[in-house]
């Protein structure tokens, strides 16, 4: 009879160690298919494009008179002279706000959305397990921390190449690297950019195991980090200021020095790591605690 | 109307107690062919606001049945499968899903558990076929190397093989229900558990659906069937149970159910007064008339004799039935009110 045969069915093979990667990747598709995901991404590259434009329309009067930018993100003056530093500006450019609000967005909805979609309860009953659909959740969002940044500096690199010379380039030290090093310390700086939204991205995916809306964890998060990102500008909160998320951001810039000035770069790293064990564990004390009602 | 009731109800609970008593005397371990697919024990939850939701259920499904679980809208049927499922933690009692218990053993109980949970929920901008790998994915215990052949199969079993490459989005609400039943499917189940899944249907797509659940039920799986349509019930069930707010009224064999409320002989007369006084002569207890139909209990002796002694006393009979009790019978015979289908 097949009653007997269906309960002893599963138990016939053991599930191999590769069976559990199904879920990250169906995860990670799932997430690229998104319009809104790609929206973002769309949105992101296109910074690096108007950066550029902008540059090279500012300075077609004068080849030469690259000195007056002393406003704008960083690294925005020599950006003439080596197409490089677009890289390293639209990178400073988009990470105070356009990186961590896409990440705020995914974060925020990756377990909302699906509570509010109603698909939770079909992933939970499936058995994804609980741990295990969290840790999933939260791959899925780094990934798409180290995607973002990688699509602001790929399109950074190629506006870069398209509107200006490459070549050696100055560091701020005033030593001078070859391009071939500048492209590293360039790709370096991406994977410290996309580890600097890790906090983020935890306090995103906390958020999204608070309520049943993507739409209220994703405007939660992001608000949440355009309100650290005020007090963090403000000089009076100065004996907090060294914990917030955001304080060691524009570190990264020190991989342009030579030779490299670490000391912030490790506390920004050091504090990331910081907010995603709190917030990673909370999120999973209320995820794996939680009645799924919806 | 109500001893008869009362009996059936009594009865409900003898049978749903012994099995429960045999087992824990003999201290069976969790095997993999339990007699009992769900087994509940003071079951309760109480919500956050202080709302009891659930209170103390204590429900038994044997193997093989299709199980219907009944109730207004409202009454805790659902906040009782989220229980047996894992999704919500009970305040207090127990609940064993396939003789092991829930919540503790999730990961080995739900890969052999196929659900539908208040509806289906898809991912409208991934295709019906998209959406089933994914929740075949999200099985850790699921063969990857048979997942496309195991969701073409699920597919083709709800007939929406044709539409499988179109946005979920687009479906009907008939084919997102059979959508939902085909990720139910997708492996070999020990027991299905069905919420409403008839909610929001048009007829010919009630049927469609019935039909699926009796032919699964016909392969030996043991379907859980929540509705709150009495008639879908007696339709499709072998067994089923009442709630109501929140509490268990009584569970049983359909059969035993409706047999608790028993059938009444109708008479389709123009002489209404007439037949009224010939039936109780002839035995028939509790009549009443009604226009010019008269019903009665029926007796013990042959209905035929009965009819005879109609025509011999110059009734003139139109009609002589002998009306099955239905489920809605026996309910009103427990609860003595009226199934409130529009909850």
Redesign the interface.
């Known amino acids: 009879m097949s009653r007997a045969e269906a309960p002893g069915a599963p138990a016939r093979r053991g599930p191999g160690p590769l069976w559990s990667v199904g879920l990250l990747r169906s995860e990670l598709v799932t997430t690229l298919r998104r319009w809104r995901t790609l929206a973002l991404l769309a949105v992101l590259a296109a910074v690096p494009v108007l950066v550029g434009i902008a540059v090279r329309i500012e300075t077609r009067g004068g080849p030469g008179a690259d000195g007056g930018g002393g406003e704008g993100p960083a690294f925005m003056a020599q950006i003439t002279n080596n197409g490089l530093f677009l890289v390293f500006t639209a990178l400073a450019a988009t990470l105070p706000f356009f990186l961590p609000m896409a990440v705020g967005v995914v974060a925020g909805d990756s377990i909302a959305g699906e509570a509010g979609a109603g698909t939770l309860r079909y992933l939970l009953v499936a058995p994804a397990g609980r741990t295990r659909l969290l840790l999933v959740k939260y791959a899925t969002v780094l990934a798409f921390c180290l995607l973002a940044t990688l699509v602001v500096a790929v399109s950074a690199l190629a506006v870069g190449a398209l509107l200006f010379p490459l070549g050696d380039l100055t560091t701020i030290s005033g030593t001078s690297i070859t391009f071939a090093e500048g492209l590293g310390r360039a790709l370096l700086i991406a994977l410290v950019v996309a580890a600097s939204l890790v906090g983020v991205a935890a306090l995103g995916l906390f958020v999204s195991t608070l309520t049943n809306s993507g739409i209220a964890a994703m405007a939660t998060t992001v608000g949440l980090l355009i309100t650290v990102q005020i007090l963090d500008q403000i000089p009076q909160l100065h004996a907090v200021r060294p914990y917030l998320f955001p304080h060691y951001w524009l570190s990264f810039a020190d991989l342009v020095r030579d030779p490299v000035y670490w000391d912030d770069l490790v506390r920004n790293l050091g504090l990331q790591a910081l907010y995603a064990a709190v917030f990673g564990s909370a999120a999973w004390a209320r995820f794996t605690t939680k009645d799924i009602s919806v | 109307m109500i001893l008869p009731g009362t009996g059936g109800q009594e009865r409900a609970r003898e049978t749903e107690r012994e099995p429960m008593g045999e087992q824990s005397a003999a201290g069976r371990p969790a095997g993999?062919?339990p007699e009992q697919v769900i087994a509940t024990h003071g079951l309760t939850k109480r919500y956050r606001g202080g709302q009891l939701a659930v209170d103390g259920l204590d429900l038994t499904v044997p193997?093989?049945s299709v199980f219907g679980f009944l109730g207004p809208n409202g009454s805790g049927k659902t906040?009782t499968i989220?229980m047996l499922?894992?999704?919500?933690?009970p305040t207090s009692g127990t609940a064993r899903v396939?003789g092991r218990p829930m919540p503790r053993s999730?990961?080995t109980v739900?890969?052999?558990?196929g659900?539908l949970?208040?509806?289906p929920?898809?991912?409208g901008?991934?295709s019906g076929r998209d959406n089933l790998?994914?929740?075949?994915?999200?099985?850790?215990?699921?063969?990857?190397r048979t997942?496309r052949a195991r969701v073409a199969a699920a597919l083709d079993r709800v007939g929406l093989t044709a539409v499988a490459g179109k946005r979920a989005r687009a479906y009907s609400l008939g084919m997102k229900q059979r959508l939902g039943l085909a990720?139910a499917l997708l492996?070999?189940?020990?027991l299905l558990v069905l919420d409403e899944p008839t909610n929001g249907l048009d007829p010919q797509g009630m049927r469609e659906i019935r039909a699926l659940v009796k032919e699964l039920a016909s392969?030996?799986?043991?379907v859980f069937l929540s509705s709150h349509l009495l008639d879908e019930i007696e339709q499709v069930c072998t067994h089923a149970a009442v709630m109501a707010q929140g509490r268990l009224i009584i569970q049983g064999a359909v059969a035993d159910l409706a047999a608790g409320a028993r059938g009444r002989l109708a008479v389709s007369t123009p002489d209404p007064a007439e037949a009224a006084r010939v039936l109780k002569e002839q035995g028939v207890a509790a009549v009443v008339a009604d226009g010019d139909r008269v019903t009665g209990e029926p007796p013990e002796r042959d209905l035929a004799e009965v009819n005879a002694a109609l025509v011999a006393a110059g009734v003139r009979v139109r009609g002589f039935t002998l009306e099955r009790a239905s489920l809605e019978d026996a309910f009103v015979a427990l609860t003595g009110e009226g199934f409130d289908v529009a909850g």
């Open positions: 993999d062919a193997a093989g906040t989220r499922l894992g999704l919500i933690e396939l999730a990961r739900l890969p052999r558990v659900a949970i208040e509806g929920a898809l991912y901008f991934l790998l994914r929740y075949d994915a999200a099985d850790p215990t699921a063969d990857p997942r990720a492996r070999p189940r020990g392969d030996g799986t043991t």
